[in-house]
């Protein structure tokens, strides 16, 4: 039996827009007068001590305000998220950008990285069973972003360039038997310090390499844009790659 009532759902989906805008703790305020959801603040303040006694919201050591929980994040991603595609534009952007490096997998998934954190701003980075990883986009550590402090930002570092992390990821990815894996806050990093980050993966086959390629960003970033791109773009390493 779901333990999220249809008026709670509303108001989740509500937070984690306006958490996803600012980056900041949501009050039942905010809520009332730009969502207009139709009920008093106070009704939504009572809905959001339900959401937070069932694990969907979190209560901000700073303020008044809640933010998403790993399991509200998951909800919203898997039930009420709307994916926004991708235009035939952009794929045939990235297909055209990749389309020089078919021929060499070291070479694709090198310049696959830094297209893809080129294209998002953020961190991608990619790894494989036979022991390679690749990363891009490290200067986005170094944007002013509440998010990466200089502890996440240290942390980070040592993460990626750890290839029994992301050898752990693959493993839990397969596990899943799913097409995209995401992982949220330390729920899914197993580390307090990453718990404003967020990673989204997609997985690859070329030949006898499987691996993983995909993001790393503050846990609010924009998973209806993101998750997309990530599926295709791991999709289209496998269509076009031609390795010698």
Known sequence: MEDITPRQIEILKHI???YTETGEPVGSEILEKKYKLG????TIR???????????LKKSHFSSGREPSPKGFRYYITHIMQEKQMSTIDEVSYKNSLWDNRTQIHRLLSVGTKILADRTGLIAVAATNTGDLYTAGISCLFDEDETMTKVVAHHLCDILDKFSFWQQVMQRFIATNQDVFYMLGEDDFADPIFDSLASIMGDFHIGEVHGVIGLVGPKRMKFDVYIPQVRYFSHLLEDIAQPK
């Open 16 to 18: 984690i827009m306006e």
């Open 39 to 42: 009920v008093s603040p106070a």
């Open 46 to 56: 009572n809905e959001m001590v339900a959401l937070s006694t069932n694990g969907y």
